[in-house]
């Protein structure tokens, strides 16, 4: 059984940078493509980012692009997630996600192509 757990996350003030990092433990992490994703309240859960299995590839939301880097360290079971230039809209519960999916082209923006989930940190950007 794979377990996700989140940390890192906090209340920054619009403008700052954040790091979240996801640990992976009961599984082998290198076979796992990764994704983050995010829910605001009242809101659906959104794709964030995602990273293919030897972390050659990452893809971005637009709304993030530019302003978050995904990155994995297969030996540490981790996946970072770097936030610069935080704002408001920016504030929800993030997600760390695992995928065992394969596609030609290595990017998973799907709720449906993630297996297994953690529980979620919060970030919280303030003005």
């Keep these: 059984q794979v377990q996700l757990v989140e940390s890192g996350g906090g209340l920054v003030q619009a403008g700052d940078s954040l790091r979240i990092t996801c640990t992976a433990s009961g599984g082998t992490f290198g076979s796992y493509n990764m994704g983050w994703f995010r829910q605001a ?6 794709f964030v980012a995602s ?10 939301a637009d ?3 530019g302003r978050f880097t995904i990155s994995r360290d ?12 935080l704002n408001a809209e920016d504030t929800a519960v993030y997600y760390c996600a695992g995928s065992m999916k394969w596609n030609v082209n290595n990017v998973y923006t799907s709720q449906d192509d993630y297996d297994f989930w ?3 940190t919060q970030v ?4």
């Design 41 to 46: 309240p009242g809101n659906e859960r959104e």
């Design 51 to 60: 990273i293919s299995r030897t972390g050659r590839t990452t893809y971005y």
């Design 63 to 65: 709304s993030v692009k």
């Design 74 to 85: 297969n030996a540490r079971n981790t996946v970072l997630l770097v936030m610069d230039d």
């Design 118 to 120: 953690g529980q979620g």
């Design 124 to 127: 919280t950007v303030y003005s």
